[in-house]
T-cell receptor, first 117, second 109 residues
Framework: DTEVTQTPKHLVMGMTNKKSLKCEQH?????MYWYKQKAKKPPELMFV???????INESVPSRFSPECPNSSLLNLHLHALQPEDSALYLC????????????????FGEGSRLTVL | DAKTTQPPSMDCAEGRAANLPCNHS???????VYWYRQIHSQGPQYIIH???NNETNEMASLIITEDRKSSTLILPHATLRDTAVYYC??????????FGTGTRLQVTL
């Protein structure tokens, strides 16, 4: 199984809603990532978890709250988002081979397309 | 991380080799060259990476110049399914990839 599964594929939410994006992998990877991709732009790194601990936060606003409940799951909790947060949210995973970092391949999911009204 | 420069777009005839260039003149000695591609509406897909030596796998070959200031990704026999945006990324770790604007490769009949 070399898949990273993201749910839901599409999500529409209002600015006062609380919702969550979910990501799951069963490849035994101990690093998991959230990227954000706005339309016609490249993906941008948001968070990195390594061994279920947050290791990189790219100065993401607190309305985005990541959670890694176990080595296979990664959540992104959303609250009080703005319309400009509408984007494709990509999850990825990888092996860890250099301390808490990786040097090899990242496996990406298909993404969750978020629309904030 | 070092900045990369790629042509915004390229065309390639199906069945021919696609050679995608990348300049990374400020690369540091411990930084890898990674290539990913993103087919429309899908997540990025890893292609290949290297540090100093040329690399080959079932998808592509990566040629890195001796001074490491540039590299070329080679898709030996491009097909229509290879139409995608190709990203060249230079980083000391895969845990912190900074995607640039990439090269949009269009494979045509």
């Amino acid at each position: 199984d070399t898949e990273v599964t993201q749910t839901p594929k599409h999500l529409v939410m209002g600015m006062t809603n609380k919702k969550s994006l979910k990501c799951e992998q069963h490849m035994g990877h101990r690093a998991m990532y959230w990227y954000k991709q706005k339309a016609k732009k490249p993906p941008e790194l948001m968070f990195v978890y390594s061994y279920e601990k947050l290791s990189i936060n790219e100065s993401v606003p607190s309305r985005f709250s990541p959670e890694c409940p176990n080595s296979s799951l990664l959540n992104l909790h959303l609250h009080a988002l703005q319309p400009e947060d509408s984007a494709l949210y990509l999850c990825a995973s990888s092996q860890v081979d250099m301390g808490f970092l990786s040097t090899g391949e990242l496996f990406f999911g298909e993404g969750s397309r978020l629309t904030v009204l | 991380d070092a900045k990369t420069t790629q042509p915004p777009s390229m065309d390639c005839a199906e069945g021919r080799a696609a050679n995608l260039p990348c300049n990374h003149s400020t690369i540091s000695g411990n930084e890898y060259v990674y290539w990913y591609r993103q087919i429309h509406s899908q997540g990025p897909q890893y292609i290949i990476h290297g540090l100093k030596n040329n690399e080959t796998n079932e998808m592509a070959s990566l040629i890195i110049t001796e001074d490491r200031k540039s590299s070329t990704l080679i898709l030996p026999h491009a097909t229509l399914r290879d139409t995608a945006v190709y990203y060249c990324i230079v980083s000391g770790t895969a845990s912190k990839l900074t995607f640039g604007t990439g090269t949009r490769l269009q494979v045509t009949l």
